[in-house]
């Protein structure tokens, strides 16, 4: 009696082989289904690293490395990282400079090291390639041949700026993109009032993100509403005709916003043939920050509805009718039980709208005149100069700044609460 | 013409009609009155406006006409927060995004009841349904039964006089049923408040209600205590609809009274009590529990007409022993016998003459 247990224990551990721990039988067990996991995820794996995670690492690279000047001028590099910031150039740096000239002669770098100094210091592109030019005819003393070519060349800015272009990673473009520069003796000030761009219009991007955000909730709140207690053939009708601006080319939705908007467009002339406003006194609704939130509202608005939809159809009625039996208004049921459960349908929805908004770039540039310009319009202005590093700057400024308000809305709200359809 | 209110009236429907396309009628003139404190239960299939009828008095649903009385006060105007009635409702509807206590202090809120009073109210009521440690787990967090609990709790917190139950057992294991089927009998007794209880189950109606009107087809079929309903239906749909039934189709011969006689379709002559066949010649149908069919003389009365039969099938059931039998023209006919130590035991194939007491037939309408 007393020796059944044991028994059935060795019986059991006979079975399954003794020496193995359970632990190491039960990975052993799961490897092959893993692998083949492994296997099948693969592909998406590759994919994803290749179209995501590279791309968007090198554009961070960019932001930050920049070889035109450094990959140039060899004997410039050599002398800058043997004195300290701030030394007067001397004759040693001035023949430095000419050998580097010659060398940009002779493979033709000068106009790329010129570029990348010119971020810097504005009108030094000509300067070198000018220089370059005549290298080959540049003799001892240096310094005053050179000068004699050019009086830029003594200028202090020049050298404090060629002192950070002779290290191929700097900080830069960022500086540039928070509206500051370098002095001649290393430190950093903000630049003159009249050229301060990015802050101001990296806050406004923001601002008209948020203003376009909310609008966007206002409309699809009570049209999700609709969509959802609507019965299904109804709602499906409905959905079509939300999900019909997808459908169109955006080209085409910008153009005919354009002719409603404008001065003499539609709306324009309804409102003075109903004697609203005068002649004289039609609205500016287009080519202004107007144009760009009615466009982008009217463009971003299905991503807001989608997500509300998805999570307001899921809502069981029961709630409102439980709340309503337990004595609650129906202003109270609305904003303490159902505002509530759609929560992580707003979450998602504005969370979307706003990305979408922050990194818009064709609306704006179409109907935003200069007003109505967002910071992605920046960026791309300068890849059109093929200012790479100075675009990726900026691309990642706006990344930071998503991101940052992604951390504050899972700080809040909680990521996990989002629901994106 | 307004009747007068009769104090032992609580809820009334008078001529309640519901239709909802305009062109049937759910709920066909619903008369009920409900007294103080009874435990009522509203029982039917699907679709016999059982349901309709409760939402009505929830206020969820308009009477298309008629009208609907709370206390002596017509309701039909008054919108469902102002009715100050407690519902439970199928699968519970805890808000998911409160806690139990959250879910229970919400319509004490919304009553402006100051905080101090409120927490001793959600105590009470957690401590009602044993769940007084629950108070701050998410519905999501808790068991089904755990779940029905609280949502008790929470019709029950602003101290309604009137709780309306649509089939709240309905998601439950049969034993945790049982369990708070005796567990909401016992708060009704204890609170002295009125329910009205909707359930598709006969054997909750049974067990738990004062009384119960069977819903058929938009209309109450018969509304009286547990005992009456099963032991004398009104109608074939009542016999039929509320525990298991034998029916043997026939016409009367002989009418009195207390008293009928059927010609079965077999030939053989029965006894039953008449309930509402009207004339001799009537088409009826009988119908006998299958406990209430006897295997030895017994129990019958001295001039019982026996009939006989032949056993087909015997299934043990455990508490009972059910026989499957050929009886008078039909193949299904079941007896239900105790199995007790001194029962007989039936083989299938075996020949027997049955019977039963005259009064456990009933000569019913036919459906």
């Avoid at chain 1, 210091?121 to 030019?133: C, D, E, I, M, Q």
């Avoid at chain 1, 467009?265 to 003075?272: K, P, R």
């Avoid at chain 2, 308009?62 to 919108?79: C, F, H, K, M, Y």
């Avoid at chain 2, 189950?201 to 099963?230: C, H, K, W």
């Amino acid at each position: 009696m007393v020796d059944l247990p044991r028994i059935a224990v060795q019986a059991a551990t006979a079975a399954a082989g003794p020496e193995i721990p359970l632990k190491a039988r039960l990975a052993r067990a799961q490897a092959r289904a893993r692998r083949r996991a492994f296997l099948l995820v693969l592909p998406l794996l590759l994919f994803i690293l290749l179209t995501f995670v590279i791309p968007i690492g090198q554009m961070l690279q960019r932001s930050i490395y920049h070889d035109g000047f450094s990959g140039a001028a060899p004997a410039l590099v050599e002398w800058f990282a043997a004195t300290p910031a701030g030394t007067e150039p001397d004759e040693t740096a001035f023949a430095a400079l000419a050998s580097d000239l010659l060398f940009m002669k002779e493979r033709k770098l000068a106009g790329e090291a010129g570029t990348r100094i010119n971020y810097a210091v504005p009108g030094s592109r000509s300067l070198f390639t000018a220089a370059a030019r005549g290298a080959d005819r540049l003799t001892a003393p240096y310094r005053p041949a050179l000068m004699a070519e050019d009086g830029k060349w003594a200028d202090p800015l020049l050298w404090a700026a060629m002192r950070e272009a002779a290290s191929p990673w700097t900080t830069d473009f960022y500086l540039s993109g928070i509206d500051m520069q370098r002095t001649a003796n290393g430190g950093i000030e903000r630049v003159d009032e009249g050229s301060r761009v990015y802050l101001a219009l990296y806050a406004k991007t923001f601002l008209l993100s948020a203003v376009i955000t909310i609008i966007c909730l206002a409309l699809a709140f009570p049209v999700a509403h609709l969509l959802a207690t609507l019965p299904m053939a109804r709602a499906n009708l409905l959905m079509i005709l939300v999900l019909l601006p997808f459908w169109t080319s955006l080209l085409v939705r910008t153009t005919s916003w354009i002719v409603l908007l404008q001065s003499q467009g539609v709306i324009n002339s309804l409102l003075v043939s109903a004697g609203f406003i005068g002649d004289d006194g039609r609205l500016a609704l287009i080519y202004n920050r107007t144009g760009t939130i009615i466009v982008m509202v009217h463009i971003l608005l299905p991503f807001m509805v989608l997500p509300l939809y998805s999570v307001m159809r899921v809502i069981p009625p029961v709630y409102a009718r439980a709340a309503r039996s337990l004595g609650a208004t129906s202003w109270t049921t609305f904003r303490r039980i159902y505002l509530p459960q759609t929560l992580p349908g707003i979450g998602a929805g504005v969370l979307l709208v706003f990305i979408l908004a922050v990194g818009y770039y064709i609306t704006p540039a179409l109907v935003g005149g200069a007003d109505g310009q967002l910071f992605s319009n920046q960026i791309q202005f300068h890849m059109s100069k093929s200012n790479w590093s100075q675009a990726a700057a900026l691309a990642a400024m706006l990344l930071a700044g998503v991101l940052l308000l992604y951390w504050l809305y899972d700080r809040l709200v909680g990521i996990d609460k989002l629901k994106l359809g | 013409m307004q009747k007068a209110h009769d104090p032992g009236e609580y809820v009334a429907f008078r001529h309640v009609q519901k239709s909802y396309d305009g062109e049937t009628l759910v709920v066909k003139d619903l008369n009920l009155s409900i007294g103080q404190g009874e435990f009522l239960t509203m029982l039917g299939p699907s679709g016999s406006g059982k349901t309709t009828s409760l939402m009505m008095l929830a206020g969820f649903e308009s009477a298309t006409s008629g009208e609907i009385l709370l206390d002596g006060r017509p309701i039909n105007q008054v919108p469902p927060h102002r009715r100050g009635i407690g519902m439970v409702f199928q699968n519970y509807a805890l808000f998911p995004h409160m806690t139990v206590g959250e879910n229970l202090a919400f319509p004490l809120e919304v009553r402006r009841i100051g905080k101090d009073e409120r927490e001793a109210r959600i105590r009470r009521a957690l401590d009602m349904v044993q769940m007084g440690a629950f108070a701050n787990r998410r519905p999501a967090q808790l068991s089904g039964g755990q779940q029905q609990r609280i949502a008790l709790a929470r019709a029950l917190v602003f101290d309604p006089k009137l709780v309306l139950m649509d089939e709240p057992l309905g998601a439950l294991d049969k034993q945790l049923r049982e369990h708070m089927q005796f567990e909401i009998k016992h708060l009704h007794e204890s609170l002295g408040i009125t329910v009205v209880y909707v359930t598709h189950d006969q054997g909750e109606a049974l067990t738990m209600s004062d009384r119960v009107a069977v819903f058929n087809d938009g209309r109450i079929q018969q509304l009286a205590p547990p005992e009456d309903l099963y032991e004398r239906p009104q109608n074939s749909f009542v016999a039929q609809f509320i525990g298991e039934n034998n029916k043997l189709p026939g016409v009367v011969e002989e009418l009195n009274e207390t008293r009928a006689l059927v010609r079965l379709a077999t030939g053989e002559l029965i006894e039953a009590t008449p309930v509402n066949v009207r004339a001799k010649g009537d088409r009826t149908l009988v119908s006998i529990r299958p406990e209430r069919v006897e295997i030895t003389a017994g129990p019958m009365s001295e001039n019982a007409h026996l009939l006989d039969a032949e056993v087909r099938e015997v299934i043990y059931m455990g508490d009972i022993l059910r026989i499957r039998m050929r009886a008078a023209g039909s193949e299904d006919f079941v007896v239900k016998l105790r199995n007790s130590i001194d029962q007989r035991r039936l083989d299938p194939g075996e020949r027997i003459r049955i019977g039963w007491h005259p009064q456990d037939a009933r000569a019913l309408d036919v459906i």
